[in-house]
């Protein structure tokens, strides 16, 4: 029911993806986005780091979910061969694909920090200190990353 014309609601209904596979999907696809990104090159998306704002929003969600490792080791076999750059990413173990991102996040951290601040906080419409800041966020990415190995 539209409540301001009492008429009624436009769209009776919306499919609506649950928040946990959301939260899968976004550590698979950075798990494979990440190793593969050329810097600079045609196909780069530095606003990729959106992905890492939305897990340490999704986090304690997806930590109390009891299938949330099995969603993200769905997610990861469907994104298995998706990397165009890294032609020896296809096949390796979950956790080497987790290694090698959270590497890339350690050793980038600068650049990634960067981005976060311009593609996270830049617009952001939260509140001063509502937006978690990068280190923060990483954090999280790497609590997802540790129930997911298990």
């Known amino acids: 029911m539209n409540t301001v014309t009492n008429k009624s609601a436009e769209v009776s209904r919306i499919a609506c993806i649950d928040p946990v596979e959301s939260a ?3 550590l ?6 990440i190793p593969d990104r050329v810097w600079g090159g045609k196909d780069d998306d530095p606003s990729l780091v959106r992905h890492i704002h939305d897990l340490a929003l999704l986090k304690e969600l997806a930590l109390s979910h009891n299938n ?3 969603l993200v080791s769905a997610s990861m076999q469907e994104d298995d061969r ?21 590497a890339i996040l350690e050793t980038d951290k600068e650049a ?15 509140a001063e200190g509502e937006v978690p800041d990068f280190t923060a966020a990483v954090l999280a990415v790497q609590n997802l990353v ?5």
Not at 97 to 102: N, V
Not at 146 to 150: E, P, Y
């Open 24 to 26: 899968a999907d976004k």
């Open 82 to 102: 998706r990397s165009k750059n890294n032609p020896s990413f296809a096949g390796l173990p979950m956790s080497e694909k987790f290694q090698q991102l959270l």
């Open 146 to 150: 540790k129930i997911s190995v298990l």
């Open 28 to 33: 698979s696809a950075l798990a494979w986005r």
């Open 112 to 126: 990634y920090a960067r981005e976060y601040d311009l593609f996270v906080r830049g617009v952001s419409y939260a």
């Open 68 to 70: 949330f490792a099995t």
